[in-house]
């Protein structure tokens, strides 16, 4: 084991000393590291490992698990409670998405951002949260503020499929085409639904220069 990961693991230890881990669906205890409870747990639905393929289809996606179940309800409060210190665990669960991306090595990680004043209501961007250990794991360069949100568009879940698509179009812009441009990139967020937002952010990173870019996922509702 690293220095740094033994590091790491001893701040864990002194954090779950003064507040012990819960379970990221039902608020339950849990030993250090594990983000759900033994019966969340049982609700937890893997997606089967499988390429990530290339393409700019919005289709070019990995994800570790279904949307649903104790995945879903974490998620949920992780971002609206809000929960900031769910980042950990769901950031492990995470690292298991690497094996999705078979093989791919990115330059580049970069988080799907939020608009100013929603992060401002929240305190925190929870793809940028996600995609630190991810960026770690792959020993590359994270870029929490690559992209900029132009627009502050109404909350995707409200939405139909072609009203998604309409309503993040053209709403992210690369911050400085000099970071990206000529990049494999690795876009991270915690939840894909339609495909609607991630594929408007491959577009503005494509705009930018980038050479490729691919995305992962905490979890990814079925189709």
């Known amino acids: 084991m690293r220095i740094s990961t033994w590091i790491r693991f001893l701040i864990e230890l002194a954090i779950s000393i003064v507040a012990p881990p819960r379970c990221g669906a039902c608020g339950e205890a849990v030993s250090l590291r594990h983000a759900f409870c033994a019966s969340c747990a049982r609700t937890v639905v893997a997606r089967p490992v ?54 791919y090595a990115p330059d580049v990680v970069v988080p799907v951002p939020l608009h100013p004043s929603r992060l401002t209501e929240r305190g925190f ?57 000529g990049k494999r990139i690795l876009l991270v967020d915690d939840v894909r639904t339609t495909g609607a937002t991630l594929l408007a952010c491959e577009e503005a990173l494509r705009r930018a220069g980038a050479l490729e870019v691919r ?5 990814a509702a079925e189709t």
């Open 50 to 103: 499988a390429a990530c393929p290339a393409g700019g289809d919005g289709r070019s996606f990995a994800a570790p698990f279904i949307y649903g179940g104790a995945v879903a309800r974490a998620i949920v409060r992780f971002k609206y409670d809000p929960r900031p210190d769910l980042a950990a665990p769901l950031g492990e669960l995470m690292r298991r998405g690497v094996a999705h991306l078979a093989g």
């Open 215 to 219: 995305s992962l996922v905490l979890a």
């Open 125 to 181: 961007n929870q793809a940028a949260l996600l995609a630190k250990p991810i960026a770690r794991e792959l020993r590359a360069r994270l870029l929490a503020r690559a992209l900029v949100r132009t627009r502050d568009t109404p909350k995707q879940a409200s939405l139909g499929r072609s009203q998604r698509l309409h309503n993040v179009r053209s709403a992210f812009v690369a911050r400085d085409a000099i970071d990206v441009k």
